[in-house]
């Protein structure tokens, strides 16, 4: 998850680090196969530092040629084969699992009939708000029936069946009777596509029958004759192809299903709840999502006009490239050699070329403006397709056991032995990433235990926040502004960005808001006076005591605004403070995230300062290959620690409520992490060794986390992007390679922007912060202008 190094630490691990909250068996070979064999090609391209830019650069033009050829690919496919989602909805699609079903190339949202609960009224009144002044008319046989009340039971799942029969049985299957339907179609043709200029026509093709189970007086309905019915009307609906908006759309993805499920039935005939359930979801997909427009829905969705900001943001870009275009070529030139001078004979000194600073900017500017193009496409643009997530146990945890198996394999001796040194954190953040990158690609979220598991691994990375930064201000005194700013520019940088262009919210990305608003809690608390430094407080006991004193008063106010949940939404709703923490138009999003988490930095401060002390005093032995203490102590400690693992794990299989065991989380989450630390370092040969594979992953895990939510997922972490449509793992083999390049480079492009946008000159970081603010309050102003006149619209 995120990460961020900041300059001249020394031998402090004096980082930021965070992480978030977060389709079928056909992604199994996809996520354990393929996304893990990326992720080792990916590492090892950067393994050994010699060779190191030169490879990762070659993949990074690999995977722009990739980018580059997918793009073109999937807009000609739309533009001459047919690109309406709605289509791929209605036509075809696949079952995810038992009662999942996807269609081709876009999402489908599940429209539900829930009992009016507090936390689900919105949902129940989805379908209702949709079809509010709306006539809806289905006309048809027994099957039609069915799926009339799959469609009204999502509103009302009060209603019963009840209806009459069906034509082919009455005619015994004639083809008199076939002869007759064709010409009702001709006759009703013309009508239909007269009711479809001004609203919407579904024909529902014939379902398959199971001819083996028909009773006696229905064996004259035949796969065959069903063929020949809906070949007909396939062939004569729509016969005016002058008016394209007259169409009668044709539902032939629940013909598709119920190919698939008809051997289920119990009569041969009818069609078993979860395929009826599919034809009626297609339906209400259909009908409202161009209406309601989930989140989850990409089906039938039209995409919003770029905003004013987005269109501001790609001018910026687009400027900086002509810039960068102009200093290159103007260099070019003018470091060619100079032809001699006829008349002299000499040759003319060639004009100096451009330095490397004045280009290096706006460089990194140009590819951040192709990176985010590449963003938009993803998950803005209708380019390329998207795929709902589908838990199962296989799809998460076989790709796990692999991912720690290779992480065990590329094993090396770390430089240093020391207790959470720099390799082993990055190690830690490494494995949490991946962990939580398969969690979230999997839709893993679904099964609480896991999720608690994962929760601890967030609250990990808000404990190593707390342990690095308390580690550097105690141990450097470093309070300067130069640091601060450097600090927030690199965990904020990619986020703003994002947020300018994807036409998001600040805390849509929840963990940087949340480890940004930690890194200034840490700052005030260790900078207010009195500061208290390992210097000063080695000349004096007693100033121990002030900076534990100072972690109690962190403490008190941490426990004070979690049991005032009405005085922090006031604070944090005060614009332009809410502009920053509001989500939906609410706080509720930052204060769960807040709370969750809520004693994690606090945890890391207090572990950082018992450490140094203990270090200080000489009490820990830290040498290779020696443990942590004594035998005794140490087999006590890690008996424990197992006993804690165990036990917690125990405790999260029994979790039955995502709420109930949430309350608990921020309580039992540092025994965890301080279990794990004592297992991983007690033992002096297993702190003498890390995963290399896991600490490459480390270093851009801050990019990794961000990245995710556009460029591996899609529908802002709803769905997964499909840029290989109809093969699952060399999608995700793709993708995963894509992903992994653009965090990297967009890793090297924050170091590259942070020494020009935060300069050490004083005066000139004034000046620049000045400038942000302004820029900031602008953006403010025009957000809160763009909401007012939305406003006004409704």
């Given amino acids: 998850m995120p990460h961020t190094t900041v300059p001249d630490s020394g031998c402090v691990d004096a980082r930021v680090y965070s992480a978030p909250d977060h389709p079928a068996v056909s992604y199994l070979s996809t996520c354990c196969h393929g996304g893990a064999k990326m992720a080792v090609l990916a590492y090892s391209l950067g393994k050994r530092e010699i060779n190191q830019y030169f490879c990762i650069k070659n993949a990074k033009l690999l995977s722009l040629v990739a ?128 009711l479809a200029e001004d609203g919407e026509v579904y024909w529902v093709l014939q379902d398959p029958v199971h001819e083996e189970v028909l009773s006696d007086n229905r064996k004259m ?198 207790l959470l040194n720099r390799e082993q954190t990055d190690e830690w953040k490494g494995w949490m990433q991946l962990v939580i990158l ?79 608003f930690w890194f200034v809690i840490i700052y005030a608390t260790m900078a207010m006076w009195p500061q208290i430094l390992q210097k000063k407080a080695n000349g004096s006991g007693m100033w121990h005591i002030g900076i534990l004193v100072k972690l109690l008063g962190l403490l008190l106010f941490i426990c004070f605004f979690a049991y005032s949940q009405g005085l922090f939404e006031n604070i944090f709703s005060v614009w332009p403070v809410s502009k920053l923490f509001e989500l939906n138009g609410s706080i509720h999003e930052w204060w769960f995230r807040w709370k969750l988490d809520r004693f994690a930095i606090i945890h890391g401060m207090l572990f950082a300062f018992v450490y140094l002390l203990l270090q200080k005093c000489q009490v820990l032995s830290e040498g290779r290959g020696e443990s942590l203490f004594s035998t005794r102590i140490s087999n006590i400690l890690l008996l424990i620690s197992v006993v804690s693992f165990m036990g917690y794990s125990i405790w999260a299989s029994s979790c039955k409520n995502k709420t109930e065991c949430n309350e608990m989380h921020p309580y039992i989450s540092g025994l965890q992490i301080l279990a794990f630390i004592l297992i991983r ?49 060399l999608n995700i083999i793709l993708s995963t390679f894509i992903f992994v390049c653009v965090a990297h480079e967009i890793s090297l492009i924050t170091n590259d922007l942070a020494q020009v946008a935060i300069p050490k000159d004083g005066a000139a970081l004034l000046k620049r912060l000045l400038a942000a603010g302004v820029f900031t309050l602008g953006l403010l102003l025009m957000s809160k202008s763009a909401e007012g006149n939305q406003g006004e619209g409704h």
């Fill in 438 to 516: 398969i969690y979230h690609i999997s839709g893993a979220s679904a099964f609480i235990p896991v999720y608690m598991h994962v929760r601890v691994l967030v609250a990990a990375y808000l404990f190593q926040t707390g342990y690095g930064h308390f580690s550097f201000f105690w141990l450097k005194g470093d309070f300067g502004l130069y640091r601060v700013c450097q600090v927030l520019f690199r965990l904020n940088f990619l986020v703003i960005v994002l947020c300018l262009v994807m036409d998001r919210p600040y805390q849509f990305y929840y963990f940087v808001p949340l480890v940004t």
């Fill in 67 to 194: 980018v580059i050829l997918l793009t073109v690919f999937h807009t000609v496919s739309r533009y001459y084969g047919g690109g309406d989602t709605c289509e791929w909805l209605l036509s075809s699609g696949r079952f995810l699992g038992e009662n999942v079903w996807q269609p081709y190339g876009c999402m489908m949202h599940k429209y539900k009939s829930i009992p009016k609960l507090h936390n689900y009224q919105i949902v129940c009144h989805e379908a209702k708000t949709c079809l509010a002044e709306k006539r809806v008319a289905f006309i048809g046989d027994s099957r039609i029936r069915q799926l009339f009340y799959s469609y009204i039971q999502i509103i009302d799942p009060t209603q019963k069946e009840n209806g009459r029969k069906w034509s082919i049985k009455l005619r015994s299957g004639s083809s008199e009777a076939l002869q007759q339907y064709r010409a009702n179609l001709t006759a009703i043709s013309l009508p239909l596509e007269q």
């Fill in 221 to 418: 309905i035949t796969n065959e004759q069903l063929d020949l019915y809906n070949e007909a009307a396939l062939g004569t609906l729509n016969s005016n192809k002058k008016n394209a908006k007259a169409r009668v759309r044709f539902l032939g993805a629940s013909r598709q299903a119920a190919m698939e499920t008809i051997a289920q039935s119990a009569d041969g005939l009818h069609l078993p709840e979860n395929t009826r359930n599919v034809g009626a979801m297609i339906l209400m997909n259909a009908v409202c999502n161009k209406v309601l427009r989930p989140i989850h829905g990409s089906c039938c969705q039209a995409l919003p006009a770029p905003s004013l900001l987005q269109k501001l943001t790609a001018c910026v870009f687009l400027g900086s490239t002509l810039v960068f275009l102009f200093q290159h070529i103007n260099r070019h030139w003018k470091s060619r050699p100079t032809p001699p001078d006829v008349e002299s004979g000499e040759e003319k000194p060639a004009t100096a070329a451009l330095p490397l600073s004045h280009k290096a900017p706006f460089q990194a500017m140009c590819k951040m403006g192709l990176i985010m193009a590449y963003f938009y496409l993803c998950d803005r643009a209708d380019v390329f397709m998207k795929e709902q997530k589908f838990y199962t146990h296989t799809t998460f945890f076989i790709p796990l056991v692999y991912m720690f198996v290779l992480g065990i394999f590329y094993s090396e001796n770390s430089k240093e032995t020391k």
């Fill in 681 to 729: 370092n007690i033992p002096g040969y297993a702190r003498s060794l890390y995963s290399s594979f896991f600490a490459w992953f480390g270093k851009i895990s801050l990019e990794l986390f961000i990245c995710q939510y556009h460029i591996w997922l899609a529908a802002d972490t709803k769905g997964i992007l499909v840029l290989i449509p109809g093969n699952p793992s």
